[in-house]
Structure formats: C-alpha cells, structure tokens
C-alpha cells in the first residue's frame, strides 16, 4: 500500500488509546489528517511493517514530506507541527507540573479560590488513566467509564475555571528563589510561581533483560489495552509480573491468545487473592513462579520469538515460545526532571510530610509520585486536593508576610 496525500496520515485502530490521543491532539489543534483504521483497511498493515521495521507499532504517523513518527508522545508531534508551547504569563499563582488527575483535581480547587494556575503537561491531559481502557471502581460510575472520557471531564471542568494547561511541554527543572520557585520548561521558559504542585506520576519499569529494548512494539508491550488485541488468534502469550496489574491484564489478554502464562520473580502471586482465584481457575492461563527472564529472543523477522526462562531453585532453563510478552513489574517515578534539587527516596519517588510539603519551600508533590501513595486513581485525586488544600494555606502565609512588609509600621 502507497499513501498519496496533502494530509497528515494516522495509521492506528479505534481501540489504541495511543492513536486516540495523537488524533485529539491534532484535532485541537485544528490539523487536518487523513485517518486509517488497520481493522477496516487490514492492507495498511504492510505499509506499517515497512516502515517500523516489521514492528506494528501503532500510530504511525505519515506525513506529506514522507517523513514519519512511530508512537510519538504529543510533545514530539507539537515539535513536528512547529507548535507554539509558551504560557500567557510568567508568573502564577500555582503551578502544577503534571495534568494527571491528581495535577487536574488539585488546579480545580486552586482555580475555584481565585488563584492563577499554570499546568504543564509533557504528553497530554489525563496521565495514565486517559489511556486506560476502562475504569470500574472510580466512585460515581456504576457501569465503568473509558479512561479518555473521564480525563477529558477533568480537562474540560479545569478550563471551565480558567486554568491554564500547556500540554506537549516537559519540565526541565525547579528551584527555590526566595518565596517564589522557578520552573524551566524543555523549551527553554522560565516561569515563577509562589507554590508548585509535583504530580508527574510514574512509569512503567521494563525488565531489564537481554533483548527487551529492540522488541519494544515488536512482541513486547506494557499496555495490554494498547496493545493485546494484536495477538488475536496467537498460541501462546508471556504477562511478566504477578501483582494485580499482571494479573488483571492477562485475564484481559484471554480474550485474544489462546494462552496465557504468567511469569513471577518471587516464589508466589502478589496480586490480591481474588485475582489469584480467578487466574488459578482460569482454563486458559498457567502461573509459574520463582521464575526470572533471561532474555528475549527474536525471529528471522525481526519479531519476538520465544522468552529464555530461568528456574531460580534449580537454576534451569528453557525456551518460552511466544508470540507477545507483556511487562507489569511495577513503576518508576517521574523525577528525573528535579535534577537533585528536591529530596527523593531510594527508589526515586518524592519524600514529603503530612502536608504534602517537599523539603523546598513552597515546592508540594502529591499522586503516584509521592512517596507512600497508593498509586490507585481515586486516591491520586483526594491527593491532588488535599495537596491544593495545602497550597492554599501556604499562599495565606505569604500573603500575611507581604502585608506586615508593606504596613506604615513595619
């Protein structure tokens, strides 16, 4: 298959929630695109082998120069489409780094006490769950809700109040300067604001393993939503990862592959013992514990073939055919980005006090980045409210701080 176009063409599937967000990306941004869904156009599948290498990695996104994008984040496609990225102001009130729920939530409450409030998002406005398929224990949704739709609610309702969100834009550093805090952006802008709100959540962590980094989209994946209905009809697939988040997705994986074993480091299950019951019970998955990931190994084309196992008690190993492998070990913090200048703990996230207080004044973080936060979304938004809350009684401060400095008698 050829493309021929003056447009932008985005080369995806409806149930991609990456390919959802690069398409509303563009359309608010007003650029026109072509769209091609590779479910009802099943031939464009070969123009994205080719181009990916043999990967399937999806969207790819064609441009009419002939140059092209695979999965790119929105901060590359704003670079790609010359977009400007600078905020109206320069100095805030608040400013949140992070559009996640716990970054959207906290500018509400800021936004609704009459504060200025600046959001700098690196990729787009709902973190990870705007590209989680389906939500079904955040309160007020009996029936579930789409992950998009519900970060899309918390975009919507924090515009309404006049929050400022830049989005494509990533934070390349803060520091404290007296009662403000200096952020500096990827761009190259320096913004100030009397407080400002860590939420840049986590990541996924990968495994490591010989291997993993050129498979990446090629049979190794980190979002079985994103991605699992590739392997519709596949004999065998891999989930790395015995918590809850490995457990739920290979259940979700059962419905494609015929198969499903479930690869965990340590000697049992993490996940909550329904999640076990049901994994246990399930006629189409096989758990194997104390079992470590050596290496993943390719096929001629260029495709994950097979996943080299090791037995930690006996020290064997074996060859895993599998068609894709699915990694859910766990996160890593967002906090490359401070560059040592906020405290972080062992494993990278956040330390903070009770008042969601770093230890730089005026500088709070709350959400999947903080340290001893539950990583579950209905507590990342009482967080980012809490945290708000926080905000508020540090701007009084400031506020009765300026006033004695200013009064006739002082």
């Known amino acids: 298959m050829e493309l021929v176009s003056d447009h932008i063409t985005v080369i995806g599937a ?48 064609i441009f009419p120069d002939g140059s092209h994008l695979v999965e790119p984040g929105n901060d590359e496609l704003a670079e790609k489409l010359g977009l400007s990225r600078s905020a109206k102001s320069e100095c805030y009130d608040v400013i949140i780094v992070g559009g996640g ?193 050596v290496r993943f190994n390719a096929s001629d084309g260029g495709k994950l073939d097979h996943v080299e196992l090791e037995d930690r008690v006996s020290g064997g190993r074996r060859k895993h055919p599998a068609a894709g492998a699915f990694v859910f070990i766990g996160l890593d913090p967002n906090t490359a980005f401070l560059n040592g200048e906020v405290e972080l703990d062992d494993y990278g996230f956040v330390v903070s006090d009770e008042q969601f207080r770093t230890n730089v004044p005026g500088v709070f973080v709350a959400g999947d980045v903080r340290r001893g936060s539950t990583k579950q979304l209905a507590s990342a938004v009482g967080e980012g409210a809490a945290a708000s809350i926080q905000i508020r009684y540090h701007l009084d401060k400031l506020a009765a701080k300026e006033e004695v400095a200013l009064s006739p008698s002082s």
């Open 14 to 61: 409806s149930w991609c929630p990456d390919c959802r967000r690069a398409k509303e990306f563009l359309g608010q941004q007003r650029v026109a695109y072509d769209w091609i869904d590779l479910e009802a156009h099943p031939e464009a599948t070969e123009l994205v082998e080719r181009i990916n290498g043999g990967s399937r990695s999806i969207p790819t996104i």
């Open 101 to 293: 729920p716990t970054g959207l939530t906290a500018s509400i409450y800021a936004a609704r006490e009459n504060q200025s409030v600046l959001i700098v998002e690196k990729s787009a406005p709902g973190g990870q769950a705007g590209v989680t398929e389906r939500l079904d224990n955040y309160p007020g949704f009996p029936d579930g809700v789409a992950g998009h739709e519900l970060a899309d609610r918390m975009r919507r309702q924090a515009e309404r109040y006049g929050v400022e969100i830049l989005q494509a834009v990533a934070v390349s550093g803060l520091k404290s300067d007296g009662d403000w805090v200096v952020v500096t952006t990827a761009t190259g802008e320096i913004y100030r604001a009397r407080a400002v709100l860590i939420a840049t959540g986590s990541v996924y962590r990968r495994t490591g393993a010989d291997g993993e980094s050129d498979l990446i989209g090629a049979g190794i994946h980190f979002c079985a939503t994103c991605d699992g209905p590739f392997y519709r009809g596949a004999e065998e697939v891999l989930v790395i990862g015995g918590g809850n988040s490995g457990l739920e997705e290979g259940l979700f994986l059962t419905q494609f592959a015929d198969h499903v074993t479930v690869v965990e480091y340590s000697e049992m299950l993490k996940g909550s013992r329904l999640l076990q019951d049901k994994v246990n019970a399930h006629p189409k998955m096989t758990v194997a514990t104390n079992t470590k990931v």
